[in-house]
């Protein structure tokens, strides 16, 4: 079907000073139904084009949202282990554009001109959604970082406790005052609280090791691993006859308070490494059992 270009389609019939015919006359109501006739074309032309702005207008903000979905993933990959920076290389800050102003501005001219003020008026809204989706990123990032790098710490200083002598009551509780100021700079606190939590009964569980390694029979009786014997007199005593905390101030027979954070869980995966006692001794298996 022919189209009628919009500039002639607009046209009326002259009013000026040209000949008129009377309304009544054949000629001129054949000349007001076409002039009628004229301006029905031109408006359907004119709804037909804002309907096809439209739906380009359309297919331009899909194809502007795909870049900016693929300009944010690119950007997330590319982000620094702590996720520094991956806010404002994306969506800049005041007075300084970032990637997105970029990537919209260069769509500006490729939409309809009839769309384009509205198109233009969605660019804050645009910032502001995607500004909270980098921030949530960055934020994520961060967190791993933080909890990646504890874990690293944390690693070193139990394997520190494990091989250390576990007299050495002073070593200890150094390296478990170090743990908690690591800790204390992280930014969550529900991520501090659960590495707190963690890091006490890690260390317990790190010290335990050290005095299954060095004495098992001892760090099983103060654990309740084996019942100590009773000596004639009533003393308490070890299987050696001789008082478990004579030897170490450190290890009454009750029990080392530093183990104190040890669960009912972890005082029986500790029993379990006792192994077998019918042959009046004790075995004792050195693979690390804590959880790192």
């Known amino acids: 079907m022919a189209t009628i270009p919009l500039q002639l389609a607009q046209r009326r019939l002259d009013t000026g000073s040209v000949v008129s015919y009377p309304d009544s006359s054949p000629v001129g109501a054949a000349m007001q139904g076409f002039g009628d006739e004229l301006s029905a074309v031109a408006e359907r032309f004119r709804q037909q084009k804002q309907q096809q702005d439209a739906f380009d207008a359309e297919v331009i903000g899909r194809e502007l949202n795909g870049q900016i979905a693929q300009a944010e993933k690119e950007a997330i990959q590319n982000a620094p282990a702590d996720g520094r920076g991956l806010h404002d290389a994306m969506y800049g800050q005041a007075r300084k554009p970032g990637l997105f102003d970029k990537i919209f501005d260069s769509t500006v001219p490729k939409m309809p001109e009839s769309q384009r ?124 006859g001789t008082d478990p905390s004579a030897k170490n101030p450190n290890w009454p027979a009750s029990g080392d308070d530093r183990l104190a954070d040890l669960t009912p869980d972890d005082r029986v995966a500790l029993a379990r490494l006792t192994g077998d006692k019918s042959d009046g001794g004790l075995s004792y298996n050195t693979d690390l059992w804590f959880w790192i």
């Open 117 to 240: 003020a509205s198109f233009i008026r969605q660019k804050e809204a645009l910032r502001l959604a995607g500004s909270a989706r980098m921030a949530a990123q960055q934020y994520a990032r961060r967190q791993d970082y933080e909890q990646a790098e504890w874990s690293k710490a944390q690693a070193a200083e139990l394997n520190a406790i494990a091989q250390s002598d576990p007299d050495d009551s002073a070593t200890f509780e150094a390296i478990r005052r170090s743990g908690f100021d690591f800790i204390a700079k992280m930014g969550s606190p529900v991520a501090r609280q659960l590495a707190e939590t963690g890091w006490r009964s890690n260390t317990a569980k790190a010290l335990a090791q050290a005095m299954l390694a060095k004495d098992p029979r001892r760090a099983a009786e103060m654990l309740g691993a084996a019942p100590a014997a009773q000596a004639g007199d009533g003393e308490t005593t070890g299987a050696d």
